[in-house]
């Protein structure tokens, strides 16, 4: 059983900055696919950004030049540093791990973006 537990949401206000993080147990880490979802009230979950097992990285256009996705093998961790928030980043952000045919959720942290 894979376990993922995020950590470092919060409030922020506009234009400032957040680090996310997200420490997997239970597989081996390395092989899995990592990637940051993220659900508005009354939207759909959406893909922040993920990052593939041999480090290859992908972003929504609506956080590219603003969020860094990466992570660190060793620690079992991947994280999303988030800059230049704005109000419409406001969302559940959950970790996800996959690696066919599995797919593991974390319980999500909230990001609150407001002044």
């Known amino acids: 059983q894979v376990q993922l537990v995020e950590s470092g949401g919060g409030l922020v206000q506009p234009g400032g900055s957040l680090g996310l993080s997200c420490a997997a147990s239970g597989t081996i880490f390395s092989t899995y696919a990592m990637g940051w979802y993220r659900q508005a009230p009354g939207n759909q979950r959406e893909l922040v950004a993920s990052v593939g097992s041999s480090g290859g990285t992908n972003y929504a256009d609506s956080v590219k030049g603003r969020f860094t996705i990466s992570r660190d093998n060793a620690k079992n961790t991947v994280y999303l540093q988030m800059n230049s928030l704005k109000p419409e980043d406001t969302a559940v952000y959950y970790c996800?791990?996959?690696?066919?045919?599995?797919?593991?959720w974390g319980q999500g942290t909230q990001v609150t973006v407001s002044s």
């Open positions: 996800n791990a996959a690696s066919w045919p599995y797919n593991y």
